[in-house]
């Protein structure tokens, strides 16, 4: 069975400090789909980013980058310069390709990031 | 904004009635997942639907039921409802259920059961 774990319940950050969100997943399948989302506190779940099994090529997009790394088994995600907007639950997410495509997102517990000004 | 629509966005019933959450996907997509984010189980797959066809089950009670009609809406019914059933419940939806696109998820339905 897959699982995603982050360990990180609660982080705190003062403004513009860089933070790392750690992720680390568990599956069988040699073909699978990694995901971030963010759930701001009005609560809808934002899609950031979707890596692939076979890409462990890193990943930056302004101030977020991603760092996949197969053989932790680890997809961590770090925000550099933090502002108080990137305060948020951030969720990693794993999906196990089957027959019939991507049937369901399993997802960590979540890490709830506050930014202090 | 997500293109995933939800209603409604809150919902407030009591123990023992029953509900029916709406769902239309992005434009384009055929594939509807359903999920219920509760404090105790945390983000949880239910159910997903593939162009009117269900397609995968996860942890979903058997008062619970969902579908997908023609025109690509879908429906989560909830029946015989408990305290505990108190939750977020979020649908999302992908382009197809052949290859994996992401799923982009509604604002959610936020449902307190009293």
């Known amino acids: 069975a897959q699982k995603v774990t982050q360990a990180q319940t609660e982080i705190s950050v003062v403004e513009k400090e860089d933070v790392t969100l750690d992720c680390v997943y568990e599956t069988r399948d040699t073909t699978y789909y990694l995901f971030w989302y963010k759930q701001p506190p009005s609560g809808e779940l934002v899609f950031l980013i979707r890596?692939?099994?076979?890409?462990?090529q890193n990943e930056i997009s302004g101030r977020y980058s991603w760092n996949f790394q197969k053989s932790t088994s680890s997809f961590n995600f770090t925000i550099t310069a933090s502002q108080v907007v990137d305060s948020a639950v951030y969720f990693c997410a794993l999906s196990e390709i089957s027959n019939f495509g991507n049937e369901k997102l399993t997802f960590g517990t979540g890490t709830r990031l506050t930014i202090i000004p | 904004d997500s293109g995933v629509t939800q209603t409604p966005k809150h919902l407030i019933t009591a123990t023992g009635q029953r509900v029916t959450l709406r769902c239309s996907p992005r434009s384009g997509d055929l594939s509807v997942y359903w999920y219920q984010q509760s404090l105790d189980q945390g983000l949880q797959f239910l159910i997903q639907?593939?162009?009117?066809?269900?397609?995968a089950k996860g942890n979903i009670l058997e008062r619970f039921s969902a579908q997908q009609f023609p025109d690509l809406h879908s429906e989560l019914n909830l029946s015989s409802l408990e305290l505990g059933d108190s939750a977020l419940y979020f649908c999302?939806?992908?382009?197809?259920?052949?290859?994996?696109?992401?799923?982009?998820f509604g604002p959610g339905t936020r449902l307190l059961v009293l």
């Open positions: 890596r692939n099994s076979f890409d462990e």
């Open positions: 999302a939806s992908s382009v197809d259920a052949r290859s994996v696109g992401t799923q982009y």
């Open positions: 639907y593939y162009n009117g066809e269900e397609r």
